[in-house]
């Protein structure tokens, strides 16, 4: 037996950890995503606007989840995936990216998990909340 035919209702993926968020990594995904939001990258813009310092872009931290999702089953397998942004990750921030299967059907000949998914920082702060449906 395979190790997605034993996934049942309440198995955990293994969580993904971030290493902290850095300068580095935010001028980078500017980049790669080509969201240069003065927000994210200028901590002059980011006191401007009554903030302490730059934050993460919201996409990072749903890539984040993406790769959570892609370290487990391959990318073919992904049926549906939605986020909700609920707080900002800070820059220095680590996040956690974690998943529960919270359901398991059979749709269309295939047996499909519904995971429930969730980013949360070190402070257990969640940034991040979605969820995504994968054929096993």
């Known amino acids: 037996m395979s190790?997605?035919?034993?996934?049942?209702v309440g198995t955990?993926?293994?969580?993904?950890k971030i290493r902290p968020i850095s300068r580095t990594t935010l001028a980078l995904f500017a980049g790669a995503s080509g969201d240069h939001n003065p927000m994210h990258i200028d901590t002059d813009v980011a006191k401007s606007a009554g903030l302490d310092d730059v934050f993460a872009h919201g996409m990072l931290s749903?890539?984040?989840?993406?790769?959570?999702?892609?370290?487990?089953v391959s990318q073919q397998q992904l049926r549906s995936y939605r986020v909700r942004f609920a707080a900002i990750t800070p820059v220095h921030?680590?996040?956690?990216?974690?998943?529960?299967?919270?359901?398991?059907?059979?749709?269309?000949?295939?047996?499909?998990?519904?995971l429930e998914l969730a980013?949360?920082?070190a402070d257990g702060t969640?940034?991040?909340?979605?969820?995504?449906?994968v054929a096993l």
């Open 12 to 16: 955990e993926l293994p969580p993904l």
């Open 119 to 121: 980013v949360t920082l």
């Open 62 to 72: 749903m890539a984040y989840l993406g790769r959570l999702l892609t370290n487990w």
């Open 93 to 114: 921030g680590q996040p956690t990216a974690t998943g529960t299967v919270v359901a398991i059907d059979e749709v269309d000949g295939e047996r499909r998990a519904t």
């Open 3 to 8: 190790t997605l035919e034993a996934v049942e």
């Open 126 to 133: 969640v940034t991040l909340t979605g969820d995504a449906v």
